[in-house]
């Protein structure tokens, strides 16, 4: 008699892009060494009116050694119903669904009342539980995603922490995020510098993902105007697509007279693209204003990246302040006198070794098995 589970994760993969999907795809993988795996995703994820990017979907070819199939309407409650049943239909001792947004919380909620047995263990992996930006509904729609829910994986204390508010008694275990090693083999510094056309010989830090406000990107914007790092002729790169009005990080960069040494490549990066973007930077910044916990780190850690973050929520849990990186407060002096310490101190070599170490404990294996230990408890 086999022992393979049959586990359904519930939430993005393909075509939707993003580190969701890249999350949920590579949890995949790693699960069906052993198990029968299959992932639902949205036919809509998010309207129009709530999604603040240019697109929602891949131009990268589909995963052919994935089973994913497009179910899920998540702003459509008959859905649901129709959903929920071929849930219950196809019985899987297992569903994993990860949760991130509050307004996801109504279609994943009643998905998993209207679909688990007795005999289906529901395990949450939570990126958060409160918010970034808050919206009336939030506190309701997390209680209703978390009341069928049987145990859940945090991917940082701060969001346990939060998730004690909500539900202080279920079984949680505390699992960070596991590296993003499904964006390629490292490259040398020079062959991504020539891929991106960057000058060989110049200092690069790199602020790479979704542009938010809470992501802090003005902060670094103030920082590079700083004179020790004018000093250093200090360049950035910044990576990513503009998910609010891009205008104010335009000002910015204007008013601080920037324009030559701050390089924006503001579209949506592809997979292919992203080794290129990380191999190329000495150094990777994330000045958040507030965070749970972040997959950027765990991009750094797979290029082994040396990285510069601020001491919010679950980035300090993340990277060891003097081993891996440096943690700043969120203020640009700050974190232009964590930039200057790296490369002064010429904190590279040391740091790289620190960081091939580190991300040994960040295995996907290992979040497989708590996953399995949970579900069996």
């Known amino acids: 008699m086999s022992n393979k589970k049959k586990i359904l994760i519930l939430g993005t993969?393909?075509?939707?892009?993003?580190?969701?999907?890249?999350?949920?795809?590579?949890?995949?993988?790693?699960?069906?060494?052993?198990?029968?795996?299959?992932?639902?995703t949205f036919t809509v994820q998010y309207p129009k009116l709530f999604f603040p990017g240019k697109s929602q979907f891949s131009t990268d070819p589909a995963p052919s050694h994935l089973r994913i199939k497009r179910l899920i309407n998540s702003v459509n409650p008959?859905?649901?119903?129709?959903?929920?049943?071929?849930?219950?239909?196809?019985?899987?001792?297992?569903?994993?669904?990860?949760?991130?947004?509050?307004?996801?919380?109504?279609?994943?909620?009643?998905?998993?009342?209207?679909?688990?047995?007795?005999?289906?263990?529901?395990?949450?992996?939570?990126?958060?539980?409160?918010?970034?930006?808050?919206?009336?509904?939030?506190?309701?729609?997390?209680?209703?995603?978390?009341?069928?829910?049987?145990?859940?994986?945090?991917?940082?204390?701060?969001?346990?922490?939060?998730?004690?508010?909500?539900?202080?008694?279920?079984?949680?275990?505390?699992?960070?995020?596991?590296?993003?090693?499904?964006?390629?083999?490292?490259?040398?510094?020079?062959?991504?510098?020539?891929?991106?056309?960057?000058?060989?010989?110049?200092?690069?830090?790199?602020?790479?993902?979704?542009?938010?406000?809470?992501?802090?990107?003005?902060?670094?914007?103030?920082?590079?105007?700083?004179?020790?790092?004018?000093?250093?002729?200090?360049?950035?790169?910044?990576?990513?697509?503009y998910y609010e009005d891009a205008a104010p990080y335009l000002e910015l960069l204007q008013k601080l007279q920037l324009g030559d040494r701050v390089l924006m490549h503001t579209d949506f990066i592809p997979n292919e693209a992203v080794k290129n973007y990380f191999c190329a930077a000495d150094l990777v910044v994330q000045p958040y204003k507030s965070a749970t916990q972040s997959g950027i780190s765990q991009i750094a850690y797979h290029f082994e990246k040396p990285m510069v973050v601020t001491n919010v929520g679950g980035l300090v849990e993340m990277v060891p302040d003097g081993v891996v990186g440096f943690q700043a407060a969120p203020d640009p002096a700050a974190i232009a006198a964590a930039i200057e310490k790296y490369f002064v101190d010429n904190r590279e070599a040391d740091m790289v070794a620190a960081l091939q170490k580190e991300k040994l404990q960040y295995s996907w294996a290992r979040l497989a098995k708590e996953i399995h230990i949970l579900a069996a408890s």
């Open 13 to 40: 993969a393909y075509p939707f892009r993003g580190g969701l999907a890249a999350y949920n795809e590579r949890l995949a993988e790693e699960l069906q060494q052993t198990d029968e795996v299959e992932i639902w």
């Open 78 to 241: 008959l859905n649901w119903l129709i959903v929920g049943r071929k849930i219950r239909k196809m019985n899987p001792d297992i569903i994993i669904s990860k949760y991130w947004l509050p307004i996801m919380g109504p279609a994943l909620g009643s998905l998993l009342r209207l679909g688990k047995r007795k005999n289906t263990k529901v395990i949450a992996v939570l990126d958060n539980v409160v918010p970034h930006e808050k919206r009336p509904g939030d506190v309701a729609f997390t209680k209703y995603f978390l009341k069928p829910v049987d145990a859940f994986i945090a991917m940082s204390q701060s969001v346990l922490n939060d998730l004690r508010v909500f539900e202080p008694s279920k079984k949680a275990s505390l699992i960070p995020h596991p590296i993003y090693d499904n964006y390629g083999a490292l490259i040398s510094k020079e062959a991504a510098r020539a891929q991106l056309k960057l000058q060989p010989g110049k200092r690069y830090i790199l602020f790479f993902g979704f542009i938010r406000q809470y992501k802090g990107l003005d902060l670094l914007l103030q920082a590079m105007a700083d004179e020790r790092l004018k000093k250093l002729d200090v360049h950035a790169i910044i990576a990513g697509e």
